[in-house]
C-alpha cells in the first residue's frame, strides 16, 4: 500500500510540476512573441502566438515522463517486475514527445523569423524568395527530426539493434539497391532543395508550365514542397506538378525579377483607318484607367496587306492580373470607339462583282460556258425539224 501512495504522490508531483514549467514558459515565450513577433495589439490570434499554445502540450509530456523516469528507485519499487515494461513504455513516449516539442519549436522559429521579415522588408521579390527557403528548411528540419525520433525508438528493442548491426556490414549493397529504387523520389527531393536555394521559382511567382503561354498552363504558385508543386490555375483548379520538372525542363516565369508586364493588343483594320487618332484615343484611355503603370505605351501600323493593315497597341501593367484586364478593355473601348466615330476603319469583305472579270480576292474568273445552238433551243422545236430535212437531203443525195 505505501509503494502504491508514493507512486502516486510521484506521478502527482510529476504533472503538477511539468504545468507549473509550462505555464512559466508560456508566459515567456509570449512576452517574446508580442517584442518580437506579434503585431502591435498583441493579439492573441497571431500565429506566432498560436504556435506558442501549441508546444503546451508537448512541453508538457516531456517534462512530465522526464520526471518520472528521475524518480527511478520510487517507480521501480512501487511496479516490481512491471518496471521494464513500464519504462520502455516511458522512453519511447519521452522521445516521441521531445520529436513533438522540436518540430512546434521549428515551425514556430521559422514562422516568428518570417513574420518579422516580412514587415519590414519593402522588396515583395525577397518576401517570397524567403518564405520559400524557410518552408523548405522546416520541412526538411521536421523530416530529420521524425527520421532520427523513429531510429532512436526502434534501437531501444534489443532485436532491432542485432538486425541493425547485421545491415551495416551489408550497407553499400542496400544503399545501391535503394538508390535505385528510390531514384525518383531522390531526384524530385535533390531538386526541391535546389529549387528553394537557387532562387528559380518562389512561392507567389505567376509560372507558365506545360508549354508555352497562352497553351501552357498558367498559375500562380501556391506550394512547393521537396516531391511537388501546386500551381494555383485563374479557374481555381489546382495543377501539381513534380519538382524536378522545374529543374529538368524549360517554363515561364513572369515574376522571377518583377511582376511587370508589357503586352499587346493586335487590330486588323481598313487602310482608310485614322491611325493617330485611334493613337489619341488609346493615350486617353490609358490615362483614364488605373491598370495602366504608366511605364509604356505605343500604338504601330505593323503590317499591311492589300485588304487591311494590322495595328498593334503595346500596354505596360504592374503585374499579369492588371495586364489581362487592361488589354481586356483597350480591345473593348478601341473597337468602340471606331463603330462609332469612324465605321469605315472597320475591315470589309468584298462580295459584289469585280471588275474586268476578276473575282475578289484576287481569283482569276472562270471562262464562261458555250452557248447552245438556238435552233436547237427554240421553243416551238422548229430547229429541231429543220436539222432534220438537212439530214435527209443529205441521205438521198449519197443514194
Not at 518570417?114 to 528540419?141: E, I, K, P
Not at 478601341?334 to 468584298?350: F, G, I, K
Not at 471562262?367 to 429541231?384: H, I, L, Q, T, V
Request: aromatic share 6%.
Amino acid at each position: 500500500m505505501d509503494r502504491i501512495l508514493r507512486l502516486l504522490i510521484v506521478v502527482v508531483a510529476s504533472a503538477a510540476v511539468a504545468l507549473v514549467i509550462v505555464g512559466i514558459g508560456d508566459r515567456i515565450l509570449k512576452g517574446v512573441a508580442r517584442r518580437r513577433g506579434a503585431d502591435p495589439r498583441g493579439s492573441t490570434e497571431h500565429p506566432v502566438l498560436g504556435l506558442v499554445r501549441k508546444c503546451r502540450a508537448p512541453l508538457a509530456i516531456t517534462v512530465f515522463v522526464a520526471l518520472l523516469l528521475s524518480a527511478s528507485v520510487t517507480v521501480k519499487s512501487a511496479l516490481g517486475g512491471a518496471y521494464a515494461t513500464a519504462a520502455h513504455l516511458a522512453v519511447l513516449v519521452l522521445i516521441a514527445s521531445l520529436a513533438w516539442l522540436l518540430s512546434r519549436t521549428v515551425i514556430l522559429l521559422t514562422t516568428a523569423s518570417f513574420n518579422r521579415f516580412a514587415a519590414t522588408a519593402s522588396d515583395r521579390a525577397r518576401v517570397r524568395r524567403a518564405r520559400t527557403r524557410l518552408g523548405m528548411l522546416r520541412r526538411v528540419a521536421v523530416a530529420l527530426i521524425a527520421v532520427i525520433a523513429i531510429s532512436s525508438m526502434l534501437l531501444t528493442f534489443p532485436g532491432v539493434r542485432a538486425v541493425g548491426a547485421s545491415l551495416l556490414a551489408s550497407a553499400g549493397l542496400i544503399g545501391i539497391v535503394a538508390g535505385v529504387a528510390a531514384q525518383s523520389s531522390l531526384a524530385n527531393l535533390f531538386a526541391g532543395l535546389q529549387i528553394a536555394f537557387s532562387d528559380q521559382v518562389r512561392i507567389g511567382d505567376v509560372v507558365v508550365v506545360d508549354g508555352q503561354y497562352p497553351t501552357g498552363q498558367y498559375g500562380t504558385v501556391e506550394e512547393i514542397t521537396l516531391s511537388y508543386i501546386v500551381i494555383a490555375t485563374w479557374d481555381e483548379r489546382r495543377v501539381v506538378m513534380p519538382v524536378s520538372y522545374f529543374a529538368t525542363k524549360p517554363y515561364e516565369n513572369w515574376t522571377r525579377n518583377t511582376p511587370r508586364m508589357t503586352g499587346t493588343v493586335f487590330f486588323q483594320l481598313d487602310h482608310r483607318t485614322p491611325v493617330e487618332k485611334l493613337r489619341e484615343e488609346l493615350r486617353r484611355l490609358l490615362d483614364s484607367t488605373d491598370l495602366w503603370d504608366g511605364r509604356s505605351w505605343s500604338l504601330l501600323v505593323t503590317d499591311t496587306t492589300p485588304s487591311a493593315i494590322q495595328v498593334r497597341a503595346l500596354l505596360s501593367a504592374k503585374d499579369a492580373d492588371d495586364l489581362f484586364l487592361l488589354r481586356a478593355l483597350v480591345r473593348e473601348k478601341l473597337v468602340d470607339y471606331l463603330v462609332r466615330e469612324h465605321p469605315e476603319a472597320l475591315p470589309r469583305v468584298a462580295t459584289g462583282p469585280a471588275e474586268d472579270g476578276a473575282r475578289p480576292g484576287g481569283a482569276a474568273a472562270l471562262p464562261e460556258p458555250k452557248k447552245a445552238d438556238d435552233s436547237m433551243n427554240s421553243a416551238d422545236g422548229s430547229g429541231r425539224a429543220d436539222e432534220g430535212v438537212r439530214l435527209g437531203r443529205r441521205d438521198r443525195e449519197r443514194g
